[in-house]
């Protein structure tokens, strides 16, 4: 949202204006209802209606009626034949009476700053501001278990492991570990191998070799 970056009365007057507006929008689209349930769970009823012309009224282990709350094509089947109303067992989560009761609340208007009684008191100052170094930061911290930007996670330190590169131990790390002394030791007490002696002396950038020389014909 915009009233992220805003200061704290500025943030909530922003959300409390939204919230006012939203509520007011859900109301008048419940009004306009022309079922019981709403439009697109009407959709997903006459959708099971066409698929249950493939279904034999038999029993079933889809599960689908008791997670979704709405009749699947199985137990639409059933209902049909039986000639009883299939949005009559739709969950009570869907009717136009459930969503007009979450959205009844009323969120009315407040007085504006110009309306405010005027205090006698110093007016209070805002803190003194200091420019934090890079860029500033917009988004908000996730948490462990959230999703990304674009769907991805990225693995927290909280499920990270760490262990010793010499060891291999949990409970420390190289700098901390004891054989890193002796890793030196061991490379101090090594001494490095005499140099062989070329056994033939490299050609001077002046020569070059004979055979690959071509005489031009004229």
Same mark, same amino acid.
């Not at 639409?76 to 209902?79: E, F, K, L, N, T």
């Not at 739709?90 to 969120?107: F, N, R, S």
């Not at 990225?154 to 002394?181: A, E, M, P, S, W």
């Given at each position: 949202?915009?009233?992220?970056?805003?200061?704290?009365?500025?943030?909530?007057?922003?959300?409390?204006?939204?919230?006012?507006?939203?509520?007011?929008?859900?109301?008048a689209e419940?009004?306009?209802?022309k079922?019981?349930?709403?439009?697109?769970?009407?959709?997903?009823?006459?959708?099971?209606?066409?698929?249950?012309?493939?279904?034999?009224?038999?029993?079933?282990?889809?599960?689908?009626?008791q997670?979704v709350?709405?009749?699947?094509?199985?137990a639409?089947?059933?209902?049909l034949?039986?000639?009883?109303?299939?949005?009559?067992?739709?969950?009570?989560?869907?009717?136009?009476?459930?969503?007009? $009761?979450? &959205?009844?609340?009323?969120?009315? +208007? *407040?007085? %504006?700053?110009?309306?405010?009684? !005027?205090?006698?008191?110093?007016?209070?100052?805002c803190?003194?501001?200091?420019?934090?170094?890079?860029?500033?930061?917009?988004?908000?911290n996730l948490?462990?278990?959230?999703?990304?930007?674009?769907?991805t996670?990225?693995?927290? $330190?909280? &499920?990270?492991?760490?262990?010793? +590169? *010499?060891? %291999?131990?949990?409970?420390?790390? !190289?700098?901390?570990?004891?054989?890193?002394?002796?890793?030196?030791?061991?490379?101090?007490?090594?001494?490095?191998?005499?140099?062989?002696?070329c056994?033939?002396?490299?050609?001077?950038?002046?020569?070059?070799?004979?055979?690959? $020389?071509?005489k031009k014909?004229?």
């Open positions: 949202m915009q009233a992220r970056a805003k200061p704290i009365i500025t943030l909530l007057e922003m959300i409390r204006n939204y919230m006012m507006k939203r509520l007011s929008k859900k109301r419940i009004e306009k209802w079922h019981h349930v709403g439009p697109n769970v009407f959709k997903y009823v006459e959708k099971m209606k066409s698929q249950s012309v493939y279904c034999t009224p038999v029993t079933y282990a889809c599960r689908k009626w997670l709350g709405i009749p699947c094509s199985h639409m089947s059933v209902i034949t039986s000639h009883m109303n299939p949005f009559d067992y739709v969950d009570a989560y869907y009717k136009k009476e459930t969503y007009a $009761k979450a &959205y009844q609340p009323m969120i009315y +208007g *407040l007085n %504006g700053p110009k309306l405010w009684p !005027r205090s006698e008191n110093l007016p209070v100052q803190p003194e501001f200091k420019k934090q170094r890079g860029r500033p930061k917009k988004s908000r948490q462990s278990d959230e999703v990304g930007k674009g769907g996670t990225k693995l927290r $330190k909280n &499920y990270y492991i760490g262990r010793c +590169g *010499l060891c %291999g131990q949990v409970d420390h790390n !190289r700098r901390r570990c004891n054989r890193r002394g002796q890793s030196s030791q061991a490379t101090d007490s090594t001494e490095p191998a005499a140099p062989t002696p056994s033939e002396a490299p050609a001077s950038a002046g020569t070059t070799d004979p055979a690959r $020389k071509k014909v004229t």
